[in-house]
């Protein structure tokens, strides 16, 4: 019982300091506080991912990112783009504005 206390008080507060750690990140913050447009949102995902995840996202060689941001946070989003940890996905380094204007079409599809 007191193992199950334990675990329902240390997942919540890892999860916090999770948060915390992605709100603290000065690119994301920078992020988050742009309006995204997500007109100049669909042009830099044309440009730099439609070649593997399809023209309207649907998924080519990369997957169908149709309804992506119901599955991922916007931070998630924001890693997944930048982080090059998902070969054969490059690392892709948008300004704030550009990352603010794809996260904005990205929640849009």
């Not at 690119?27 to 447009?37: I, M, R, S």
């Not at 149709?66 to 054969?88: D, F, M, W």
């Amino acid at each position: 019982m007191l193992l199950v206390v334990a675990i329902l008080v240390v997942i919540p507060l890892a999860l916090f300091g999770v948060q915390m750690i992605q709100a603290s990140d000065p690119y994301v913050k920078n992020v988050l506080t742009q309006p995204g447009d997500p007109i100049q949102g669909k042009a830099i995902f044309q440009i730099n991912c439609a070649g593997c995840h399809g023209w309207e996202g649907n998924g080519l060689v990369g997957p169908s990112l149709q309804a992506v941001s119901k599955r991922k946070s916007r931070y998630g989003l924001i890693h997944q783009v930048i982080s090059g940890e998902t070969p054969p996905m490059p690392k892709f380094q948008p300004s704030p504005q550009e990352m603010a204007d794809l996260l904005s079409y990205l929640e849009n599809l």
